[in-house]
């Protein structure tokens, strides 16, 4: 269960306020596959990091009773000196899972050959993604955030990492940003929209789409991401 408690998000930026997330109060079941929906700019990334805890509100908190994963297939938290092996070990210690499973089950997963054992800043954006998608994959959570995770590599990289991930959605929970509704439909079971600093959520994913849809037929306010 994840719970956002009077969750608030302002920016300030050349004297302009942007405010991302307006006292937000909303609860996602344990083993919820949850689509976060809004329009671009909505603040969709910023509140899947906050729930992660790499962004931090200006108010209010998240609260969890289980593991939640950082954004799947996200690669900025990772040092450029190190190669991508010690990169992931690191991640490893930090999760408290064995650091030669890991290192091991990222080597096979991401297909990197040589350049696994080379400096992160010297990976293109691709190998930094299989990097990333390997790490998160080779990690159990009881909840995974996932902001386009199909975009990740090749087409047969991409397969690989969809089924995985399903595998992994058979005793965990999501909450899943993606502008695909086909893969929305797929991977989520309820719906929660974000619009204009506001947070709705769906027992019913099709009753989210809907408003999701309605609201990207209404000419958008300036809100930032």
Not at 142 to 158: H, K, N, P
Not at 171 to 194: D, F, N, Q, W
Request: positive net charge; aromatic residues 8%; charged residues 20%.
């Amino acid at each position: 269960m994840i719970r956002l408690e009077n969750l608030t998000k302002l920016y300030r930026l050349k004297g302009r306020k942007t405010l991302v997330a307006n006292n937000i109060n909303a609860l996602f079941p344990t083993g919820a596959s949850v689509a976060l929906l809004g329009r671009n700019g909505a603040g969709k990334s910023t509140l899947l990091r906050m729930i992660a805890g790499t962004v931090s509100p200006t108010s209010g908190r998240v609260y969890s009773d289980g593991t939640i994963s950082w954004p799947v297939g996200f690669a900025g938290s990772f040092h450029n000196e190190l190669t991508g092996a010690q990169n992931v070990r690191f991640v490893a210690r930090i999760y408290g899972v064995d650091t030669d499973e890991l290192v091991d089950y990222v080597a096979e997963f991401a297909e990197l050959g040589q350049h696994y054992h080379q400096p992160f800043a010297s990976y293109s954006s691709g190998m930094r993604s299989r990097l990333a998608m390997g790490t998160s994959m080779g990690i159990y959570f009881d909840t995974y955030l996932v902001d386009e995770v199909t975009s990740v590599g090749d087409a047969d990289f991409r397969s690989k990492s969809q089924r995985v991930f399903n595998e992994r959605m058979k005793k965990s929970g999501a909450i899943v940003v993606s502008h695909s509704m086909p893969m929305i439909r797929e991977m989520c079971t309820m719906g929660a929209v974000l619009d204009r600093g506001r947070l709705r959520v769906f027992r019913d994913l099709d009753e989210a789409i809907a408003l999701h849809e309605s609201i990207l037929r209404v000419p958008p306010d300036v809100v930032g991401d």
